[in-house]
């Protein structure tokens, strides 16, 4: 299953590397793509939205499900 979310507040490649890494330790991810560009993260696995979008506010980001 794939799931696209909206992410707010990244602005350089760290912000990056720590919301993947957030997304990646969330039980039932098996991959996310991060795009600085496009604000967004892809998510491929069976994760439910609620714990990945609370792991990419715990980072200190926003973020929602598009």
Do not use: N
């Amino acid at each position: 299953m794939e799931t696209k979310l909206k992410v707010t507040g990244m602005t350089c490649m760290h912000c990056v590397g720590a919301v993947k890494k957030a997304l990646q330790q969330v039980p039932g991810v098996e991959a996310a793509e991060v795009s600085l560009e496009e604000g967004r993260a892809v998510v491929t696995g069976t994760a439910d939205v609620a714990s990945m979008v609370a792991a990419i506010k715990e980072e200190g980001y926003g973020a929602e499900a598009q």
